[in-house]
Protein backbone atom coordinates (compact mmCIF):
# COMPACT_ATOMS: atom_id res chain seq x y z
CA UNK A 1 0.00 0.00 0.00
CA UNK A 2 1.02 3.23 -0.86
CA UNK A 3 1.98 5.83 2.17
CA UNK A 4 0.12 8.77 2.25
CA UNK A 5 2.96 11.19 1.06
CA UNK A 6 4.11 9.11 -1.91
CA UNK A 7 0.38 9.50 -2.99
CA UNK A 8 0.42 12.92 -2.66
CA UNK A 9 4.00 13.71 -4.50
CA UNK A 10 1.91 11.36 -6.99
CA UNK A 11 -1.03 13.81 -7.38
CA UNK A 12 0.80 16.90 -7.36
CA UNK A 13 2.64 15.51 -10.46
CA UNK A 14 -0.17 14.60 -12.24
CA UNK A 15 -1.71 17.59 -11.64
CA UNK A 16 1.20 19.41 -12.36
CA UNK A 17 1.67 18.31 -16.08
CA UNK A 18 -2.45 18.83 -16.36
CA UNK A 19 -1.86 22.08 -15.51
CA UNK A 20 1.24 22.52 -18.07
CA UNK A 21 -0.63 21.01 -20.64
CA UNK A 22 -3.66 23.51 -19.89
CA UNK A 23 -1.40 26.64 -19.74
CA UNK A 24 0.09 25.85 -23.54
CA UNK A 25 -3.12 25.10 -24.67
CA UNK A 26 -4.56 28.22 -23.71
CA UNK A 27 -1.53 30.10 -24.80
CA UNK A 28 -1.85 29.18 -28.33
CA UNK A 29 -4.46 32.01 -29.26
CA UNK A 30 -1.68 34.15 -27.81
CA UNK A 31 1.06 32.84 -29.93
CA UNK A 32 -0.97 33.14 -32.78
CA UNK A 33 -1.79 36.79 -32.13
CA UNK A 34 1.84 37.29 -31.91
CA UNK A 35 2.75 34.91 -34.88
CA UNK A 36 0.49 36.78 -37.18
CA UNK A 37 1.16 39.97 -36.22
CA UNK A 38 4.70 39.73 -37.62
CA UNK A 39 4.21 37.88 -40.77
CA UNK A 40 3.21 39.92 -44.53
CA UNK A 41 -0.18 39.16 -46.06
CA UNK A 42 0.69 37.21 -48.69
CA UNK A 43 2.74 34.98 -46.45
CA UNK A 44 -0.64 34.10 -44.34
CA UNK A 45 -2.68 33.27 -47.61
CA UNK A 46 0.53 30.84 -48.93
CA UNK A 47 -0.21 27.37 -49.82
CA UNK A 48 1.65 25.61 -47.72
CA UNK A 49 1.59 27.45 -44.73
CA UNK A 50 4.02 28.35 -42.34
CA UNK A 51 3.85 28.16 -38.36
CA UNK A 52 6.37 31.18 -38.02
CA UNK A 53 7.32 33.99 -40.63
CA UNK A 54 9.90 33.93 -42.76
CA UNK A 55 11.31 37.13 -41.28
CA UNK A 56 9.76 38.97 -38.73
CA UNK A 57 7.79 41.92 -40.24
CA UNK A 58 8.31 44.82 -37.24
CA UNK A 59 6.55 47.11 -40.01
CA UNK A 60 3.38 46.01 -38.89
CA UNK A 61 3.58 47.28 -35.33
CA UNK A 62 4.76 50.85 -37.21
CA UNK A 63 1.46 50.65 -39.44
CA UNK A 64 -0.38 49.45 -36.13
CA UNK A 65 0.28 52.91 -35.01
CA UNK A 66 0.13 55.18 -37.86
CA UNK A 67 -2.38 53.82 -40.22
CA UNK A 68 -5.08 54.62 -37.57
CA UNK A 69 -3.91 57.77 -35.51
CA UNK A 70 -3.47 55.17 -32.81
CA UNK A 71 -2.00 57.69 -30.40
CA UNK A 72 -4.87 59.57 -30.53
CA UNK A 73 -7.32 57.39 -29.67
CA UNK A 74 -5.05 55.95 -27.10
CA UNK A 75 -4.92 59.57 -25.34
CA UNK A 76 -9.19 59.25 -25.62
CA UNK A 77 -8.98 55.84 -24.04
CA UNK A 78 -7.15 57.26 -21.27
CA UNK A 79 -8.90 60.28 -20.58
CA UNK A 80 -12.60 58.27 -20.71
CA UNK A 81 -10.92 55.71 -18.51
CA UNK A 82 -9.83 58.06 -15.54
CA UNK A 83 -13.16 60.25 -15.93
CA UNK A 84 -14.70 56.79 -15.57
CA UNK A 85 -12.34 54.78 -12.67
CA UNK A 86 -12.34 58.10 -10.35
CA UNK A 87 -16.03 57.90 -9.32
CA UNK A 88 -16.62 54.75 -10.00
CA UNK A 89 -14.00 53.88 -7.33
CA UNK A 90 -15.01 56.68 -4.82
CA UNK A 91 -18.84 56.39 -5.00
CA UNK A 92 -18.78 52.30 -4.89
CA UNK A 93 -16.10 53.30 -1.68
CA UNK A 94 -19.14 55.74 -0.10
CA UNK A 95 -21.64 53.50 -1.11
CA UNK A 96 -19.99 50.12 0.67
CA UNK A 97 -19.32 52.46 3.74
CA UNK A 98 -22.29 53.95 3.90
CA UNK A 99 -23.84 50.01 3.61
CA UNK A 100 -21.09 48.92 6.49
CA UNK A 101 -21.31 52.00 8.78
CA UNK A 102 -24.46 53.40 9.03
CA UNK A 103 -27.16 50.94 8.89
CA UNK A 104 -30.52 52.37 9.19
CA UNK A 105 -34.07 50.95 8.81
CA UNK A 106 -33.93 51.45 4.96
CA UNK A 107 -30.15 50.44 4.41
CA UNK A 108 -31.28 46.50 3.71
CA UNK A 109 -33.85 47.57 1.16
CA UNK A 110 -31.55 49.84 -0.55
CA UNK A 111 -28.82 47.59 -0.57
CA UNK A 112 -31.09 45.22 -2.26
CA UNK A 113 -31.73 47.58 -4.78
CA UNK A 114 -28.22 47.60 -5.54
CA UNK A 115 -27.30 44.17 -6.04
CA UNK A 116 -30.79 43.94 -8.22
CA UNK A 117 -29.07 46.59 -10.59
CA UNK A 118 -27.20 43.35 -11.83
CA UNK A 119 -30.24 42.05 -13.42
CA UNK A 120 -30.57 45.11 -15.54
CA UNK A 121 -29.28 44.04 -18.75
CA UNK A 122 -27.35 47.41 -20.06
CA UNK A 123 -28.40 48.01 -23.47
CA UNK A 124 -32.12 47.97 -21.42
CA UNK A 125 -30.00 51.31 -19.96
CA UNK A 126 -28.06 52.24 -22.80
CA UNK A 127 -30.00 52.39 -25.38
CA UNK A 128 -32.72 55.05 -24.14
CA UNK A 129 -30.47 56.91 -22.71
CA UNK A 130 -28.73 57.14 -26.26
CA UNK A 131 -32.05 58.33 -27.68
CA UNK A 132 -32.74 60.90 -24.92
CA UNK A 133 -29.01 62.14 -25.55
CA UNK A 134 -29.79 62.20 -29.28
CA UNK A 135 -32.76 64.20 -28.84
CA UNK A 136 -31.42 66.73 -27.27
CA UNK A 137 -28.54 66.77 -29.45
CA UNK A 138 -26.01 66.78 -26.44
CA UNK A 139 -24.34 62.76 -27.62
CA UNK A 140 -20.96 63.59 -27.89
CA UNK A 141 -19.65 64.70 -24.12
CA UNK A 142 -17.26 62.52 -22.03
CA UNK A 143 -18.78 63.78 -18.96
CA UNK A 144 -21.21 60.96 -19.64
CA UNK A 145 -18.57 58.77 -18.16
CA UNK A 146 -18.43 61.03 -15.42
CA UNK A 147 -21.63 60.07 -14.27
CA UNK A 148 -22.05 56.63 -15.57
CA UNK A 149 -18.94 56.46 -12.81
CA UNK A 150 -21.21 57.80 -9.86
CA UNK A 151 -23.42 54.56 -10.58
CA UNK A 152 -20.75 52.34 -9.03
CA UNK A 153 -19.93 48.86 -9.45
CA UNK A 154 -22.75 46.69 -7.43
CA UNK A 155 -19.77 44.22 -7.04
CA UNK A 156 -17.39 46.80 -5.78
CA UNK A 157 -19.82 48.22 -2.79
CA UNK A 158 -20.60 44.70 -2.06
CA UNK A 159 -16.52 44.07 -1.71
CA UNK A 160 -16.45 47.67 0.40
CA UNK A 161 -19.16 46.67 2.32
CA UNK A 162 -17.27 43.70 3.42
CA UNK A 163 -13.74 45.28 3.63
CA UNK A 164 -15.33 48.10 5.42
CA UNK A 165 -17.36 45.29 8.25
CA UNK A 166 -13.36 44.03 9.17
CA UNK A 167 -12.54 47.53 10.38
CA UNK A 168 -13.52 47.84 14.22
CA UNK A 169 -15.92 50.26 15.43
CA UNK A 170 -13.08 51.84 18.06
CA UNK A 171 -10.54 52.65 15.08
CA UNK A 172 -13.55 55.47 13.95
CA UNK A 173 -14.59 56.41 17.10
CA UNK A 174 -11.12 57.66 18.36
CA UNK A 175 -11.05 59.60 15.81
CA UNK A 176 -14.71 61.22 16.27
CA UNK A 177 -13.78 62.07 20.09
CA UNK A 178 -11.01 64.15 18.64
CA UNK A 179 -13.47 65.92 16.85
CA UNK A 180 -13.07 64.87 13.63
CA UNK A 181 -15.76 65.24 10.69
CA UNK A 182 -17.39 62.50 8.40
CA UNK A 183 -15.07 63.34 5.69
CA UNK A 184 -12.04 63.33 7.87
CA UNK A 185 -12.81 59.92 9.56
CA UNK A 186 -13.05 58.54 6.28
CA UNK A 187 -10.14 59.57 4.32
CA UNK A 188 -7.83 59.45 7.29
CA UNK A 189 -9.16 56.36 9.29
CA UNK A 190 -10.97 54.10 6.89
CA UNK A 191 -9.83 54.66 3.70
CA UNK A 192 -5.63 53.48 4.09
CA UNK A 193 -7.48 50.56 5.87
CA UNK A 194 -8.82 49.26 2.57
CA UNK A 195 -6.26 49.64 -0.15
CA UNK A 196 -6.39 45.86 -1.31
CA UNK A 197 -10.11 46.49 -1.96
CA UNK A 198 -8.85 49.93 -3.87
CA UNK A 199 -6.41 47.74 -5.65
CA UNK A 200 -9.59 45.35 -6.87
CA UNK A 201 -11.86 47.90 -7.67
CA UNK A 202 -9.17 50.55 -9.22
CA UNK A 203 -8.29 47.49 -11.40
CA UNK A 204 -11.78 46.27 -12.43
CA UNK A 205 -13.39 50.22 -12.98
CA UNK A 206 -9.88 50.24 -15.37
CA UNK A 207 -10.63 46.81 -17.11
CA UNK A 208 -14.61 47.96 -18.20
CA UNK A 209 -13.97 50.97 -19.18
CA UNK A 210 -10.74 50.53 -21.17
CA UNK A 211 -13.10 47.48 -22.96
CA UNK A 212 -16.39 49.42 -23.04
CA UNK A 213 -17.60 48.72 -26.98
CA UNK A 214 -20.94 50.14 -26.62
CA UNK A 215 -21.19 53.35 -24.44
CA UNK A 216 -18.15 54.72 -27.21
CA UNK A 217 -19.91 53.35 -30.23
CA UNK A 218 -23.13 54.81 -30.10
CA UNK A 219 -22.10 58.20 -27.66
CA UNK A 220 -18.84 59.64 -28.94
CA UNK A 221 -17.96 61.06 -32.68
CA UNK A 222 -14.38 59.89 -34.10
CA UNK A 223 -12.91 62.80 -32.76
CA UNK A 224 -13.69 61.09 -28.88
CA UNK A 225 -13.80 57.32 -29.59
CA UNK A 226 -11.94 55.27 -28.22
CA UNK A 227 -9.48 52.29 -29.05
CA UNK A 228 -11.80 49.57 -28.05
CA UNK A 229 -13.95 50.52 -31.13
CA UNK A 230 -11.10 51.87 -33.62
CA UNK A 231 -9.29 47.92 -33.25
CA UNK A 232 -12.72 46.14 -33.28
CA UNK A 233 -13.37 47.84 -36.78
CA UNK A 234 -10.15 46.36 -37.72
CA UNK A 235 -7.59 47.53 -39.99
CA UNK A 236 -8.41 47.70 -43.46
CA UNK A 237 -6.22 48.25 -47.27
CA UNK A 238 -7.94 51.21 -49.25
CA UNK A 239 -9.91 48.37 -50.84
CA UNK A 240 -11.56 48.02 -47.41
CA UNK A 241 -9.31 44.59 -47.12
CA UNK A 242 -8.91 43.30 -43.58
CA UNK A 243 -5.33 43.74 -42.37
CA UNK A 244 -5.02 40.65 -40.09
CA UNK A 245 -1.40 41.26 -39.46
CA UNK A 246 -1.70 44.87 -38.36
CA UNK A 247 -4.51 44.17 -37.07
CA UNK A 248 -3.09 42.00 -34.52
CA UNK A 249 -0.62 44.03 -34.09
CA UNK A 250 -2.97 46.96 -33.08
CA UNK A 251 -4.93 44.51 -30.82
CA UNK A 252 -1.14 43.39 -28.73
CA UNK A 253 -0.77 47.58 -27.96
CA UNK A 254 -4.21 47.72 -27.29
CA UNK A 255 -4.31 45.20 -24.52
CA UNK A 256 -1.31 45.77 -23.28
CA UNK A 257 -1.66 48.27 -20.41
CA UNK A 258 -4.25 46.39 -19.22
CA UNK A 259 -1.89 42.78 -19.04
CA UNK A 260 1.33 45.17 -17.76
CA UNK A 261 -1.36 46.44 -14.73
CA UNK A 262 -2.38 42.75 -13.84
CA UNK A 263 1.06 41.51 -13.53
CA UNK A 264 2.36 44.32 -11.91
CA UNK A 265 -0.82 43.96 -9.32
CA UNK A 266 -1.48 40.30 -9.25
CA UNK A 267 -0.24 39.56 -5.78
CA UNK A 268 -2.60 41.94 -4.46
CA UNK A 269 -5.39 42.19 -7.08
CA UNK A 270 -6.06 37.57 -6.68
CA UNK A 271 -5.71 38.11 -2.65
CA UNK A 272 -8.16 40.68 -2.41
CA UNK A 273 -10.75 39.27 -4.75
CA UNK A 274 -10.23 35.89 -2.37
CA UNK A 275 -10.15 37.89 0.56
CA UNK A 276 -12.73 40.04 0.32
CA UNK A 277 -15.39 39.00 -2.32
CA UNK A 278 -16.35 35.75 -1.06
CA UNK A 279 -16.64 36.55 2.97
CA UNK A 280 -20.35 37.36 3.03
CA UNK B 1 -34.47 46.14 13.46
CA UNK B 2 -37.11 46.33 15.35
CA UNK B 3 -35.69 48.02 18.54
CA UNK B 4 -33.96 50.29 15.62
CA UNK B 5 -36.79 51.07 14.14
CA UNK B 6 -38.30 52.15 17.52
CA UNK B 7 -35.44 54.97 18.66
CA UNK B 8 -35.33 55.79 14.78
CA UNK B 9 -36.07 59.82 16.77
CA UNK B 10 -33.10 59.57 18.58
CA UNK B 11 -30.40 62.14 17.52
CA UNK B 12 -28.09 59.73 17.19
CA UNK B 13 -30.34 57.49 14.35
CA UNK B 14 -30.43 61.13 12.78
CA UNK B 15 -26.67 61.60 12.73
CA UNK B 16 -26.49 58.07 11.20
CA UNK B 17 -29.27 58.60 8.77
CA UNK B 18 -27.41 61.88 7.70
CA UNK B 19 -24.12 60.06 7.18
CA UNK B 20 -25.55 57.00 5.60
CA UNK B 21 -27.38 59.61 2.91
CA UNK B 22 -24.25 61.63 2.52
CA UNK B 23 -22.45 58.79 1.77
CA UNK B 24 -24.47 57.24 -0.71
CA UNK B 25 -25.55 60.41 -2.55
CA UNK B 26 -22.87 59.98 -5.34
CA UNK B 27 -23.95 56.65 -5.85
CA UNK B 28 -27.95 57.62 -5.75
CA UNK B 29 -27.63 60.41 -8.32
CA UNK B 30 -25.59 58.21 -10.81
CA UNK B 31 -28.40 55.76 -10.59
CA UNK B 32 -31.05 58.12 -11.04
CA UNK B 33 -29.45 59.59 -13.92
CA UNK B 34 -28.15 56.50 -15.49
CA UNK B 35 -30.35 53.64 -14.85
CA UNK B 36 -33.99 55.11 -13.37
CA UNK B 37 -34.80 57.58 -15.66
CA UNK B 38 -33.45 55.63 -18.93
CA UNK B 39 -35.59 53.07 -17.74
CA UNK B 40 -38.58 54.42 -17.53
CA UNK B 41 -38.05 56.60 -20.40
CA UNK B 42 -37.60 53.50 -22.54
CA UNK B 43 -40.32 51.55 -21.30
CA UNK B 44 -42.57 54.26 -22.63
CA UNK B 45 -40.88 54.40 -25.93
CA UNK B 46 -41.12 50.83 -26.42
CA UNK B 47 -44.63 51.18 -26.13
CA UNK B 48 -44.89 53.76 -28.97
CA UNK B 49 -44.31 54.20 -32.61
CA UNK B 50 -41.01 55.69 -32.27
CA UNK B 51 -38.25 55.37 -35.08
CA UNK B 52 -34.92 57.93 -35.44
CA UNK B 53 -36.77 60.85 -36.32
CA UNK B 54 -39.33 61.47 -33.46
CA UNK B 55 -42.21 62.60 -35.81
CA UNK B 56 -46.04 61.70 -34.99
CA UNK B 57 -45.02 59.85 -32.26
CA UNK B 58 -48.31 57.94 -30.32
CA UNK B 59 -49.00 55.88 -27.95
CA UNK B 60 -49.42 52.13 -29.49
CA UNK B 61 -49.78 50.06 -26.24
CA UNK B 62 -48.28 46.40 -26.53
CA UNK B 63 -48.19 46.37 -30.46
CA UNK B 64 -44.42 45.92 -30.24
CA UNK B 65 -44.67 43.09 -28.25
CA UNK B 66 -47.50 41.67 -29.89
CA UNK B 67 -45.68 42.29 -33.09
CA UNK B 68 -42.00 40.54 -31.49
CA UNK B 69 -43.53 37.79 -30.78
CA UNK B 70 -45.27 36.92 -33.82
CA UNK B 71 -41.83 37.60 -36.04
CA UNK B 72 -40.01 33.72 -36.11
CA UNK B 73 -36.61 35.22 -36.54
CA UNK B 74 -36.53 37.54 -33.22
CA UNK B 75 -37.82 34.86 -31.44
CA UNK B 76 -35.50 32.31 -32.18
CA UNK B 77 -32.87 35.19 -30.91
CA UNK B 78 -34.41 34.29 -27.80
CA UNK B 79 -33.82 30.87 -28.03
CA UNK B 80 -30.15 30.82 -29.62
CA UNK B 81 -28.94 33.24 -26.73
CA UNK B 82 -30.97 31.25 -23.81
CA UNK B 83 -29.03 27.98 -25.52
CA UNK B 84 -25.87 29.81 -25.93
CA UNK B 85 -26.31 31.32 -22.04
CA UNK B 86 -27.11 27.04 -20.70
CA UNK B 87 -23.97 26.53 -22.87
CA UNK B 88 -21.58 29.15 -21.65
CA UNK B 89 -22.76 28.84 -17.79
CA UNK B 90 -22.00 25.32 -17.89
CA UNK B 91 -18.62 25.44 -19.55
CA UNK B 92 -17.86 27.86 -17.41
CA UNK B 93 -18.51 26.52 -14.49
CA UNK B 94 -17.21 22.93 -15.00
CA UNK B 95 -14.07 24.26 -16.35
CA UNK B 96 -13.17 27.14 -13.69
CA UNK B 97 -14.06 24.22 -10.80
CA UNK B 98 -11.78 21.58 -12.49
CA UNK B 99 -9.15 24.22 -12.88
CA UNK B 100 -9.75 25.07 -8.87
CA UNK B 101 -9.47 21.30 -7.83
CA UNK B 102 -6.53 21.11 -9.72
CA UNK B 103 -4.72 24.12 -7.82
CA UNK B 104 -6.72 23.94 -4.51
CA UNK B 105 -3.85 22.06 -2.71
CA UNK B 106 -0.04 22.35 -2.45
CA UNK B 107 1.95 22.14 -5.58
CA UNK B 108 5.11 23.90 -7.61
CA UNK B 109 4.37 26.44 -9.58
CA UNK B 110 0.81 26.81 -7.76
CA UNK B 111 0.76 31.01 -7.83
CA UNK B 112 1.98 30.66 -11.39
CA UNK B 113 -0.29 28.67 -12.85
CA UNK B 114 -3.00 30.59 -10.95
CA UNK B 115 -2.28 34.04 -12.67
CA UNK B 116 -1.94 32.45 -16.12
CA UNK B 117 -5.03 30.96 -15.79
CA UNK B 118 -7.07 34.14 -14.71
CA UNK B 119 -5.17 36.38 -17.22
CA UNK B 120 -7.03 35.49 -20.06
CA UNK B 121 -9.89 36.86 -18.37
CA UNK B 122 -8.13 40.10 -17.97
CA UNK B 123 -8.29 40.94 -21.77
CA UNK B 124 -11.26 42.84 -23.25
CA UNK B 125 -13.85 40.66 -25.51
CA UNK B 126 -13.56 42.74 -28.68
CA UNK B 127 -9.75 42.12 -28.29
CA UNK B 128 -10.80 38.11 -27.40
CA UNK B 129 -13.35 38.28 -30.21
CA UNK B 130 -10.08 38.74 -32.95
CA UNK B 131 -7.56 37.02 -31.73
CA UNK B 132 -9.83 33.88 -31.55
CA UNK B 133 -11.34 34.40 -35.43
CA UNK B 134 -7.28 35.00 -36.39
CA UNK B 135 -6.91 31.78 -34.62
CA UNK B 136 -9.71 30.07 -36.23
CA UNK B 137 -9.92 30.86 -39.80
CA UNK B 138 -9.69 28.43 -42.37
CA UNK B 139 -7.02 29.51 -44.64
CA UNK B 140 -4.70 32.08 -42.43
CA UNK B 141 -5.99 30.78 -38.99
CA UNK B 142 -2.83 29.47 -36.79
CA UNK B 143 -4.26 26.75 -35.60
CA UNK B 144 -5.12 25.23 -38.99
CA UNK B 145 -1.26 25.95 -39.94
CA UNK B 146 -0.04 23.99 -36.54
CA UNK B 147 -2.83 21.17 -37.40
CA UNK B 148 -2.01 20.64 -40.49
CA UNK B 149 1.98 21.32 -40.85
CA UNK B 150 1.92 18.43 -37.86
CA UNK B 151 -0.30 16.29 -40.22
CA UNK B 152 -3.29 16.04 -37.84
CA UNK B 153 -5.98 17.27 -40.42
CA UNK B 154 -5.21 17.18 -44.26
CA UNK B 155 -6.49 20.94 -44.87
CA UNK B 156 -7.91 23.36 -43.32
CA UNK B 157 -11.37 23.36 -41.38
CA UNK B 158 -14.09 25.93 -41.59
CA UNK B 159 -14.51 25.84 -37.26
CA UNK B 160 -16.69 29.46 -37.72
CA UNK B 161 -18.44 28.54 -40.70
CA UNK B 162 -19.17 24.46 -39.89
CA UNK B 163 -20.55 26.02 -36.32
CA UNK B 164 -20.52 29.27 -35.18
CA UNK B 165 -21.76 29.03 -31.68
CA UNK B 166 -19.01 26.51 -31.32
CA UNK B 167 -16.33 28.96 -32.25
CA UNK B 168 -17.90 31.66 -29.84
CA UNK B 169 -18.27 29.04 -26.70
CA UNK B 170 -14.58 28.65 -27.11
CA UNK B 171 -14.57 31.97 -25.87
CA UNK B 172 -15.89 30.38 -22.60
CA UNK B 173 -13.25 28.33 -21.62
CA UNK B 174 -10.70 30.47 -22.19
CA UNK B 175 -12.33 32.65 -19.69
CA UNK B 176 -13.28 30.45 -17.00
CA UNK B 177 -10.60 32.09 -15.13
CA UNK B 178 -13.30 34.09 -13.32
CA UNK B 179 -15.32 31.26 -12.22
CA UNK B 180 -11.59 29.27 -11.04
CA UNK B 181 -10.99 32.64 -8.88
CA UNK B 182 -14.75 32.44 -6.90
CA UNK B 183 -14.25 28.18 -6.57
CA UNK B 184 -10.88 28.66 -5.05
CA UNK B 185 -11.83 31.27 -2.67
CA UNK B 186 -15.14 28.05 -2.00
CA UNK B 187 -12.45 25.89 -1.35
CA UNK B 188 -10.10 27.83 0.89
CA UNK B 189 -13.09 27.99 3.29
CA UNK B 190 -13.66 24.09 3.74
CA UNK B 191 -11.92 23.22 6.79
CA UNK B 192 -8.73 21.03 5.90
CA UNK B 193 -9.84 18.63 9.33
CA UNK B 194 -13.11 17.37 7.38
CA UNK B 195 -10.88 15.83 4.66
CA UNK B 196 -8.70 14.28 6.82
CA UNK B 197 -11.23 12.79 9.08
CA UNK B 198 -12.86 11.49 5.92
CA UNK B 199 -9.65 9.87 4.93
CA UNK B 200 -9.34 8.48 7.85
CA UNK B 201 -12.71 7.31 7.89
CA UNK B 202 -11.85 5.41 4.30
CA UNK B 203 -13.23 8.00 1.72
CA UNK B 204 -11.53 8.16 -1.46
CA UNK B 205 -10.62 10.95 -3.52
CA UNK B 206 -14.17 11.36 -5.60
CA UNK B 207 -16.02 10.86 -2.41
CA UNK B 208 -14.78 13.62 -0.62
CA UNK B 209 -15.80 15.72 -3.64
CA UNK B 210 -18.94 14.92 -3.41
CA UNK B 211 -19.76 14.60 0.09
CA UNK B 212 -17.77 17.09 1.91
CA UNK B 213 -16.41 19.74 -0.92
CA UNK B 214 -19.61 20.29 -3.22
CA UNK B 215 -22.32 20.94 -0.32
CA UNK B 216 -19.98 23.08 1.57
CA UNK B 217 -19.19 25.36 -1.85
CA UNK B 218 -22.81 25.18 -3.37
CA UNK B 219 -23.61 28.53 -2.57
CA UNK B 220 -20.47 29.62 -4.31
CA UNK B 221 -21.84 27.67 -7.38
CA UNK B 222 -25.06 28.84 -6.76
CA UNK B 223 -23.76 32.60 -7.13
CA UNK B 224 -22.01 31.63 -9.83
CA UNK B 225 -24.75 29.74 -12.42
CA UNK B 226 -26.76 33.01 -11.25
CA UNK B 227 -24.20 35.46 -12.71
CA UNK B 228 -23.52 33.60 -15.58
CA UNK B 229 -26.89 33.23 -16.40
CA UNK B 230 -27.06 37.07 -16.12
CA UNK B 231 -23.83 38.11 -18.00
CA UNK B 232 -24.36 35.74 -20.92
CA UNK B 233 -28.21 36.33 -21.54
CA UNK B 234 -26.27 39.77 -22.39
CA UNK B 235 -23.90 38.85 -25.06
CA UNK B 236 -24.03 41.01 -27.83
CA UNK B 237 -20.26 41.68 -29.93
CA UNK B 238 -19.29 38.16 -29.68
CA UNK B 239 -21.53 36.79 -33.16
CA UNK B 240 -20.04 40.20 -35.29
CA UNK B 241 -16.92 39.64 -34.74
CA UNK B 242 -16.79 35.99 -35.10
CA UNK B 243 -19.05 35.79 -38.03
CA UNK B 244 -18.26 33.07 -40.38
CA UNK B 245 -19.19 35.68 -43.32
CA UNK B 246 -16.16 37.36 -44.91
CA UNK B 247 -16.10 40.65 -43.69
CA UNK B 248 -15.01 43.45 -44.96
CA UNK B 249 -12.90 46.84 -43.42
CA UNK B 250 -15.13 48.79 -41.03
CA UNK B 251 -17.79 46.90 -41.64
CA UNK B 252 -17.82 44.94 -38.25
CA UNK B 253 -20.91 45.91 -36.62
CA UNK B 254 -23.23 46.54 -39.61
CA UNK B 255 -22.95 42.87 -41.04
CA UNK B 256 -25.56 40.97 -39.30
CA UNK B 257 -24.25 38.09 -37.87
CA UNK B 258 -25.97 34.42 -39.39
CA UNK B 259 -29.28 33.49 -37.40
CA UNK B 260 -27.37 30.78 -35.31
CA UNK B 261 -25.71 33.13 -33.12
CA UNK B 262 -27.44 36.44 -33.55
CA UNK B 263 -28.27 37.18 -29.92
CA UNK B 264 -30.67 39.01 -28.66
CA UNK B 265 -28.75 41.85 -27.31
CA UNK B 266 -27.26 41.70 -30.92
CA UNK B 267 -29.87 41.92 -33.11
CA UNK B 268 -31.38 44.48 -30.43
CA UNK B 269 -28.45 46.89 -31.75
CA UNK B 270 -28.51 46.13 -35.12
CA UNK B 271 -32.59 46.79 -35.43
CA UNK B 272 -32.68 50.17 -33.19
CA UNK B 273 -28.74 51.47 -34.88
CA UNK B 274 -29.30 49.93 -38.40
CA UNK B 275 -32.57 49.53 -38.87
CA UNK B 276 -33.83 52.60 -36.57
CA UNK B 277 -36.75 50.59 -35.36
CA UNK B 278 -36.17 52.43 -31.64
CA UNK B 279 -39.69 51.15 -30.19
CA UNK B 280 -39.14 47.53 -31.37
CA UNK B 281 -35.58 47.41 -30.59
CA UNK B 282 -36.53 48.63 -26.97
CA UNK B 283 -39.47 45.98 -26.96
CA UNK B 284 -37.42 43.42 -27.35
CA UNK B 285 -34.49 44.55 -24.86
CA UNK B 286 -37.71 44.75 -21.98
CA UNK B 287 -38.43 41.46 -23.12
CA UNK B 288 -35.04 40.33 -22.24
CA UNK B 289 -34.84 42.02 -19.05
CA UNK B 290 -38.00 40.42 -17.99
CA UNK B 291 -36.89 36.83 -19.25
CA UNK B 292 -33.63 37.76 -17.21
CA UNK B 293 -35.69 38.89 -14.14
CA UNK B 294 -38.50 35.93 -13.87
CA UNK B 295 -35.56 32.97 -14.20
CA UNK B 296 -33.44 34.87 -11.46
CA UNK B 297 -36.16 34.60 -9.03
CA UNK B 298 -37.71 31.72 -10.09
CA UNK B 299 -33.80 30.29 -9.63
CA UNK B 300 -33.79 31.91 -6.02
CA UNK B 301 -36.23 31.35 -5.27
CA UNK B 302 -36.76 27.66 -6.16
CA UNK B 303 -33.15 26.37 -7.80
CA UNK B 304 -31.31 27.19 -4.66
CA UNK B 305 -33.33 23.90 -2.52
CA UNK B 306 -30.09 22.01 -3.01
CA UNK B 307 -27.82 24.89 -1.18
CA UNK B 308 -26.33 23.49 1.84
CA UNK B 309 -26.65 25.78 4.82
CA UNK B 310 -25.26 25.69 8.52
CA UNK B 311 -28.12 26.95 9.70
CA UNK B 312 -31.48 28.27 9.37
CA UNK B 313 -31.36 32.02 9.41
CA UNK B 314 -28.83 32.67 6.75
CA UNK B 315 -31.95 32.07 4.04
Known amino acids: MMTIQTRDRWSATLRFIALVIIVVIFFLPLVSML ?36 GKYLVNSIILTILYAVPAVMSSAFAGYAFSRFQVRESRAIFLVVL ?5 PVMVTIMPLYMIMAKFQVTDQRGLWFV ?71 FLSDEK ?56 | MAANARISA ?86 GFIF ?8 PGRGFFRTMLYFPYMIPLVAVGWIFRIFLERDTGFLNIVL ?18 GSILMLSFWQAGWSMIIFLGALSTVPRELYEVATIDGAGYGKRVRHIMLPLISPFIFFQLVMSFIYAMQAFIQPYILNPRPIRGNWVMTNPP ?31 FLVVLIFTILFVKFGGFWVYTESEERR
Open chain 1, 225 to 280: ITLAVKVAMSYADQKENILYNVGMAGILYYTLPLVIVYFALQKRFVAGLLAGGLKG
Open chain 2, 10 to 95: SPLERHKRTSFYIFLAPWLIGFLLMQVVPIVWGFLISMSNRSAFPIAVRFVGLKNYIALFADAETLSSYWVSFVYTVLNTLIGVVT
Open chain 2, 258 to 288: PNDTFFVMSRAYYIITGQHKFAYGLAMLWVL
Open chain 2, 148 to 165: VSLHIIPSGIPYMQNSPM
Open chain 1, 35 to 70: VTSLKRMDELYRVPARVFPETPVWDNYVLAWTLVNF
Open chain 1, 116 to 120: STLMI
Open chain 1, 148 to 218: WGLAGIPFIIFLFRQFFSTIPASFEESARIDGAGRFRVFFSVMFPLVQTGLIVAAIFAFQWSWSEFLMPVL
Open chain 2, 100 to 107: ALLLDREL
